[in-house]
């Protein structure tokens, strides 16, 4: 069995590329809704989460784990990998294929506080990027709105205007979804921001990195979504950002 984890909904987006490439796996996914977001919060805090949740992974089994949320990967990647002994595949700003793509020499970052302050994040940009002008910006709002499910509309363009007007006035053509919430909000992105301007989503890199692991295929495949909130609320967003995954989701209380 796979685990796959997320401050809340936004790891779906992973979840269902996983699910694409690796059909024959048993999937839990855990969305952390109690504790979301984890973009604002302290290190200290997601790292204590991210143990938490990998705790319950590591006792039902898990053969890997995905850390399907930045901010997580950022902060708490490295203290996951001392502590267990399973590969996890984390996920990050996807700076080094921006660093390719862009024409302007100039890309944007849209990405957590957390994601963004950590120290991975500037290895990253000085790793790929040093020569490139890297204009971040932290989208708050972006979170809240998919964990409402609200992909379109003016709260939300409201939002993509507040958050990418520098960006865009500063050139930038590459724009980075440096967070598994946003590329739910790719449609009302392309749909607002110029024509010319591409963006950059790791989640299917991050499901191709899943299938280079050995993995056991299952004889009954399944795919579980557990959430620390609400799990009516988990069953209408699970239908309404990844209809092809749909299935009942279940509370799961941890400390
Ligand atoms: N989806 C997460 C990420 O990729 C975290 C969003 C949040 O909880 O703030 O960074």
């Known amino acids: 069995m796979i685990g796959v984890i997320d401050s809340g909904v936004g790891g ?37 989460r991210t143990f938490a949740l990998t705790d319950f992974l590591s006792d039902r089994g898990a053969s890997a784990i995905v850390v399907a949320c930045n901010s997580a990967t950022i902060v708490a990647i490295q203290a996951l990998r001392a502590h ?30 957390a994601s963004l302050s950590g120290q991975k994040f500037h290895h990253l940009v000085n790793q790929h990027a040093h020569d490139l002008r890297v204009i971040t910006q932290p989208c708050p709002r972006f979170v809240e709105l998919v964990e409402q499910g609200i992909l379109t509309g003016p709260e939300v363009d ?29 449609p009302a992105l392309k ?43 988990m069953s209408h967003l699970v239908n309404l950002l990844t209809p092809e995954l749909s299935t009942p989701c279940f509370f799961l209380s941890l400390p």
Not at 199 to 210: C, L, P, Q, S, W
Not at 212 to 221: K, N
Request: glycine share 6%; with cysteine.
């Open 12 to 48: 779906l987006s992973v979840l269902r590329e996983i699910r694409n490439q690796l059909p024959d796996q048993d999937l839990i996914y855990i969305g952390d809704t109690a504790w979301c977001p984890y973009g604002t919060k302290s290190f200290r805090e997601i790292c204590q």
């Open 84 to 113: 267990y002994p399973l590969p996890f595949i984390g996920m990050e700003p996807g700076v080094k294929p921006a660093a390719a793509l862009t024409r302007t020499g100039t890309i944007g970052v849209l990405a957590t506080e």
């Open 158 to 186: 409201d939002a993509i205007e507040e958050y990418t007007a520098a960006m865009i006035a500063a050139e930038a053509d590459v724009l980075i979804l440096g967070c598994s919430h946003y590329p739910f909000l790719l």
């Open 191 to 233: 749909n607002k921001l110029p024509n010319h301007i591409r963006f950059i989503d790791t989640g299917e890199a991050i499901a191709r990195r899943v299938s280079s692991h050995p993995l056991t295929p299952s004889i009954t495949p399944s795919t579980e979504i557990l959430t620390t909130g609400d799990p009516e609320k």
